[in-house]
């Protein structure tokens, strides 16, 4: 039985890693370079310098429908307090510094802000890990939402105090909406994909410690 939950543990983090490492770098891929033909932008060759005479003059085709930048939830936060959430032996909080730390140098954020924000939210879920078994579903999304909620405010104030550039907080407030509504898909998924949920009443851990 001991083996059986060390593995599964293992196993669980070792999934959590991977599962981070694959978000991180499908953010990575240009998702937006759409030909024009697919809806892009109509595409102008450059000759040389062209003056404001020239461009009053050009013939510009049909107008044609400019994709707007889509903006998607922030899954790699979801993913980690989820299983925080329910599993919280699978996403140690060595892994998730050094994902979310990875994210920061990719993405070019400030390096260790999101990252320590994240520690701090993932670490209070962690300690009402016990409480949170009993409580609802909507409870506990309500729950991790507020966490979300606060740690998105408190990033964008100490960048604006800092007068570091950031996304313009339109996008910053549908994103935060869209990581929200999206955290029942990924329990949903967890459970589904990977059997993350929350343990079974009278479940022990390797040493026999009550989970």
């Given at each position: 039985?001991?083996?059986?939950?060390?593995?599964?543990?293992?196993?669980?983090?070792?999934?959590?890693?991977?599962?981070?490492?694959?978000?991180?770098?499908?953010?990575?891929?240009?998702?937006?370079?759409?030909?024009?033909?697919?809806?892009?932008?109509?595409?102008?060759?450059?000759?040389?310098?062209?003056?404001?005479?020239?461009?009053?003059?050009?013939?510009?085709?049909?107008?044609?429908?400019?994709?707007?930048?889509?903006?998607?939830?922030?899954?790699?936060?979801?993913?980690?307090?989820?299983?925080?959430?329910?599993?919280?032996?699978?996403?140690?909080?060595?892994?998730?510094?050094?994902?979310?730390?990875?994210?920061?140098?990719?993405?070019?954020?400030?390096?260790?802000?999101?990252?320590?924000?994240?520690?701090?939210?993932?670490?209070?879920?962690?300690?009402?890990?016990?409480?949170?078994?009993?409580?609802?579903?909507?409870?506990?999304?309500?729950?991790?939402?507020?966490?979300?909620?606060?740690?998105?405010?408190?990033?964008?104030?100490?960048?604006?105090?800092?007068?570091?550039?950031?996304?313009?907080?339109?996008?910053?407030?549908?994103?935060?909406?869209?990581?929200?509504?999206?955290?029942?898909?990924?329990?949903?998924?967890?459970?589904?994909?990977f059997g993350v949920s929350r343990p079974a009443p009278g479940e022990v851990d390797a040493l026999g410690h009550?989970?």
């Open positions: 039985m001991d083996d059986n939950v060390l593995r599964r543990r293992w196993i669980g983090r070792i999934t959590f890693t991977l599962l981070g490492l694959a978000v991180i770098f499908s953010h990575l891929i240009p998702l937006e370079t759409v030909p024009p033909s697919f809806g892009g932008q109509w595409l102008m060759p450059i000759d040389g310098v062209v003056t404001l005479n020239d461009q009053a003059s050009a013939v510009a085709p049909e107008p044609i429908s400019t994709p707007s930048r889509w903006i998607a939830p922030d899954l790699l936060l979801l993913i980690t307090l989820a299983w925080i959430a329910r599993r919280p032996s699978f996403a140690p909080v060595a892994i998730i510094a050094l994902v979310f730390f990875l994210s920061d140098m990719l993405f070019q954020r400030p390096p260790g802000l999101w990252t320590a924000l994240v520690l701090i939210l993932s670490e209070v879920l962690r300690k009402r890990n016990r409480s949170m078994r009993t409580l609802p579903f909507t409870l506990e999304w309500i729950t991790v939402g507020s966490g979300i909620a606060l740690i998105t405010g408190l990033y964008h104030v100490i960048l604006s105090v800092a007068l570091v550039p950031q996304a313009a907080l339109g996008l910053t407030l549908v994103q935060l909406i869209l990581t929200i509504a999206a955290y029942p898909i990924v329990v949903f998924v967890s459970y589904a994909a009550r989970l």
